[in-house]
């Protein structure tokens, strides 16, 4: 803004009152603009945290994927045959609600021992849902013929999927076989779990 | 930059704007009494933001409003102290109106030519009491349904349409999903939305007639900018430091147990509501709703040209400062009614327990889609005093009350059961002067029955030095998770004494085929024991014939065995707190 445009209420009658006037009002131009600032960014500040909780959240919520019981070991055949299974969260908390018994997703297990290997339902290409084609013995995407080994690794040069099934991790206890459901996202080469 | 601001001003005259906005003339220079103004648009600015803020994590419906603010509250990241700016401000809002009112009738800025200004002032007033009492509600905890009931049933006093008007504002006839979507809605939109149009005006006028100088001018004429700003500013300053001070204090804003109709709940509305509250004591509801504040605005609205003669002037500021008193004095007797009621001190004490039970099971299980009022309702502790409340405290008493902490009119007719069982109970119960007191059995037929006068009384000395080790032995066969377990050895040995030197078990069987005369106590105090005493306390194995008067609530069905099962698990939690 002009300096001259500024009204001036009081001429200064002298020079030294003048100096001692223009240092006077620096510091009070200064300090109304450092106080008018604080009470300006205060309220947002109050509440910035809440803003980037989310993206708090979702860094703490990666170590956290819980283990999931899906099938009796005895359900999955010996030769090593995959089946498919629901998979039931037993708790899945949306902000403030927490629900019991989700359906979250399907899993095809197979086992060979006491090792089970599971590998998610969902097509990492663009999510339709595989099936196993028993004929071929491999996996298969009904939607852009994505086909996978029974390892989950693409087996066909022309398919589209970016990469192999998603496997998760497994382990068997009391004759239970037990996973870490998670999903992942899709169409890229790397595995990132969605969190 | 001073090109773009050439450009920006050619297209939008931005600098005559600024100029107009800052260089206000302040005749008789910068002042502090005129900081109140912008203290309260300060205020309202916070509450817009921090009440956004809010929004971003609120669903207004029965079953997530208090379940969304408990998630604002302890689990989004800074959550509390959002919440508690947002409340603390509303108040300071309150109070900085009524010093902003003050100044204005003081130093007579409301009289000619500023009459509308003035009203829209005191509109100004009104919105803002309507958003303290719409936000109040959003939370959908105790206090808010409570309070926001007795305030919508005032509604209906309104002669003709107010029956009608309720059912508007309430969403039909119960309070739920729609009452808080209403509220949300006036809240968060049309109120603030009035607010903000009146203010516009009443900044717009306030600027039309310049500030009204209280003379005498202390200083020569200055301007808005710097030195008025600079005053407004560090009053600000000092509002937002209060509120953040209130808010750390206080740890934030509360949060009641989530709302439950069939849960009474002593409905108290916030402070500066409290001399409404404690007028609608004094005078009929019609008078309090309609009536009064009629009046009462009538002789506002005419205040202006009451005020134009000096003498009128006088009245109206005596008016306020009457009114103010009157307000203040009401809160006291309302504040200190309160604190002379024991059973309201029981009640806010009550909720309280249950606000952090229902917070502590939530953090721990979740809250279902049922809401979390379902968790509390289903919490076997809850349920455990609430059974004892209604079921066994008109005879029985737990620590000095029925359970939940409120006293009860008549004298216990029947023993005390906090620590039911322990061995500093049955310590007690073993001395004869307690026996017979109201606190054991001095209000049953058992103070003259064969163990007070021809047991516990005839014992000598010697006798009675073995009683505390008698106790110490039933104690233990009640397994109360609070207390220790004694050796096998010390059992044994206390069993001798049970056995021989008292001879106890001539009427009292423990483990024994035979039936004596008195009550069974083998696993005295047990759970199993305590059940199958309240399903039926006149079994044989119990007090037979002698039964005085306690009901046998399993088999007469007053109770479910579940529902005995809790109250008896939530006696045996906890030992006697006096």
Redesign the interface.
């Known amino acids: 803004m002009n300096k001259t445009n500024k009204p001036t209420p009081d001429e200064p009658e002298n020079k030294a009152e003048c100096c001692s006037e223009d240092s006077r009002r620096k510091f009070i131009v200064v300090s109304t603009l450092g106080v008018s600032a604080a009470c300006a960014i205060f309220p947002v500040a109050s509440g910035i945290t809440t803003i980037l909780d989310p993206v708090k959240k979702s860094s703490e919520n990666q170590a956290k994927v819980p283990w999931t019981k899906v099938a009796p070991l005895g359900n999955l055949s010996e030769d090593g045959k995959p089946a498919k299974f629901e998979v039931i969260l037993s708790e899945v908390k949306d902000a403030w609600t927490t629900y019991k018994n989700v359906p979250a997703g399907a899993v095809y297990l197979s086992r060979k021992g006491n090792e089970v290997k599971a590998f998610n339902l969902k097509c990492p290409h663009l999510g339709c849902a595989v099936d196993y084609r028993s004929k071929s013995d491999d996996y298969f995407c009904p939607c852009h013929n994505s086909t996978f080994g029974l390892d989950g690794s693409v087996t066909d040069v022309d398919s589209p999927s970016p990469r192999g099934l998603d496997t998760m991790e497994t382990k068997v206890e009391d004759g239970d076989v037990w996973i870490r459901f998670q999903q992942f996202r899709p169409n890229i080469v790397e595995k990132i779990p969605l969190s | 930059m001073n090109r773009f601001l050439d450009w920006l001003d050619d297209r939008s005259g931005i ?1 005559v704007l ?2 107009e906005a800052l ?1 206000e ?1 302040v005749p008789g220079g910068a002042r502090w009494r005129y900081v109140w103004g912008s203290c309260l648009t ?1 205020a309202f ?2 509450q ?3 009440g956004t ?2 929004w ?2 609120y ?1 207004p419906s029965a079953q ?1 409003a208090w ?2 603010v ?3 509250q302890y ?5 509390w ?2 919440r508690g ?1 947002h409340h603390y401000m509303a108040q300071a809002m309150i109070v900085l109106l009524v010093l902003h009112l003050m100044q204005v009738m003081i130093d007579g800025a409301y009289k000619a030519p500023r009459e509308l200004n003035f009203w829209f002032g005191i509109a100004l007033l009104g919105v803002t009491l309507a958003l303290s009492l719409t936000g109040y509600l959003l939370p959908w905890d105790q206090k808010g349904f409570w309070a926001t009931a007795v305030a919508t049933n005032l509604i209906a006093e309104v002669p003709l349409v107010g029956p009608m008007l309720q059912k508007i504002v309430v969403g039909g006839v119960e309070y739920g999903h729609q009452t808080i979507t209403r509220f949300f809605a006036l809240h968060a939109g049309i109120l603030p939305a009035a607010l903000i149009g009146l203010v516009v005006g009443h900044i717009y006028l306030f600027r039309k007639h310049g500030i009204h100088v209280k003379e005498p001018r202390p200083k ?4 808005f ?3 008025q ?2 005053k407004d ?2 009053a ?2 000092a509002v ?1 430091l209060a509120v953040v001070f209130l808010t750390f204090y206080f740890k934030g804003a509360p949060l009641g147990p989530p709302a439950d109709p069939s849960n009474e709940f002593p409905a108290r509305p916030e402070w500066y509501f409290l001399f409404l509250f404690q007028l609608l004591k004094y005078v009929p509801a019609f008078w309090g709703a309609v009536i009064i504040p009629l009046a009462l605005g009538l002789l506002i609205f005419l205040q202006p040209f009451i005020g134009a003669s000096k003498k009128g002037h006088h009245f109206n500021i005596g008016f306020w400062w009457c009114l103010l008193a009157g307000a203040a004095g009401l809160t006291f007797l309302a504040f200190s009614e309160d604190q002379a009621n024991l059973n309201h001190g029981a009640a806010v004490k009550e909720a309280e327990w249950q606000a952090q039970r229902v917070v502590q099971i939530a953090q721990e ?5 049922t809401g979390a009022v379902t968790l509390l309702r289903e919490d076997h502790q809850n349920r455990g005093r609430r059974i004892f409340a209604s079921h066994c405290a008109s005879c029985h008493r737990y620590n000095g009350h029925d359970g939940r902490g409120y006293s009860v009119e008549d004298d216990p007719s029947a023993p005390e059961l906090a620590g039911f069982a322990s061995n500093t109970w049955l310590t007690k119960l073993l001395d004869y002067e307690h026996y017979i007191s109201p606190e054991y059995f001095g209000g049953t037929a058992f103070k003259d029955g064969t163990m007070a006068k021809k047991v516990l009384k005839k014992y000598d000395e010697d006798e009675k030095k073995l009683l505390p080790q008698v106790a110490l032995l039933l104690s233990d066969l009640a397994e109360l998770p609070y207390q220790d377990s004694l050796s096998e050895e010390r059992r044994e040995n206390l069993m001798d004494i049970y056995y021989d030197d008292l001879a106890c078990i001539d009427c009292h069987d423990i483990d024994s085929e035979g039936e004596g005369s008195a009550p069974d106590l083998t696993g005295y105090g047990s759970r199993k024991w305590m059940v199958d005493f309240i399903v039926n306390p006149e079994h044989e194995r119990f007090y037979g014939k002698k039964n005085d008067r306690m009901p046998a609530f399993g088999r007469d069905e007053k109770l479910s065995i579940e529902e005995i099962e809790i109250v008896v698990d939530w006696i045996r939690s906890k030992p006697a707190e006096i």
């Open positions: 600098r600024v100029k260089y003339k300060f600015f916070t817009v933001v921090t803020l809010l971003m994590s669903s997530t379940e969304s408990y998630f604002i689990q989004v990241w800074g959550g102290f959002l700016v020569r004429d200055s301007y900018w710097p030195d700003i600079l500013g560090v600000c300053l937002m299980e979740g809250i279902p889609p």
